[in-house]
């Protein structure tokens, strides 16, 4: 599938603006972004297919990458990675959000490829700057930086949103109780995902 760019991306590239990616856009793209997405709907700017990468964008361009329940639908998840780390600056951030795997909704949808719990990124970081469970980091060369990470609890419920949304404050407050909350409490208190900002290493 070649890339379809619908806008003058090189006089972007080109700009002083800063460059906004939002990767999986859908109909909903955010505010001042470029759209890429593989489906051609109204607001995507760059109709792709991301699981070839992003060789339309250069390396170190993009300050700001905007990323909601896309990664889970890609067969490779840690080339995804590669890739938007390749094009971040070295200032640039990346604002992910993919589902928990113990969401009710998770698998229910067919089209979920890829699981996503708490240390799922940190696969992605030296072993210096882990939680206090490490996990490997020799899978990949690919490194980032996580600036924050948050479990979302969240219901279409009023009542049952707003116990949530208390719950997650407390869990949230520490590294120590996310830890705790995923090892102990994921299958009672279900997570309905995760909300995680990160630059380049």
């Known amino acids: 599938m070649e890339p379809l760019i ?13 460059l ?3 990767l999986g856009c859908g109909r909903s793209k955010k505010a001042g972004a ?56 070295k200032t640039g951030k990346a604002e992910i959000y993919v589902p928990h795997f113990s969401s009710p909704y998770y698998y229910s949808d067919f089209t979920h490829k890829n699981p996503f719990g708490l240390y799922t990124f940190y696969y992605f970081v030296s072993p210096e700057n882990q939680l206090r469970r490490k996990v490997p980091d020799y899978y990949t060369n690919i490194k980032i930086n996580i600036v924050s990470l948050k479990l979302l609890f969240r219901s279409q419920f ?13 869990i949230n407050s520490c590294s120590w109780l996310q830890e705790y909350y995923e090892e102990t409490l994921c299958y009672i208190v279900p997570c309905s995902g995760i909300e995680i900002t990160f630059t380049s290493a």
Not at 6 to 18: F, N, R, S, T
Not at 158 to 170: E, T, V
Request: aromatic residues 6%.
């Open 158 to 170: 009023w009542l049952r949103a707003r116990l949530k949304s208390i719950f997650g404050r407390i």
């Open 6 to 18: 619908k806008i003058d991306l090189q006089k972007i590239l080109a700009g002083d603006e800063p």
């Open 34 to 89: 470029i759209g890429i997405d593989q489906a051609d709907l109204p607001g995507v700017d760059i109709v792709a297919d991301i699981e070839t990468g992003l060789p339309f964008l250069p390396d170190n361009c993009v300050d700001l990458l905007y990323c909601r329940s896309m990664l889970e639908h890609l067969k490779d998840f840690p080339a995804a990675m590669k890739e938007i780390v390749r094009v971040l600056k």
């Open 20 to 22: 906004i990616i939002d």
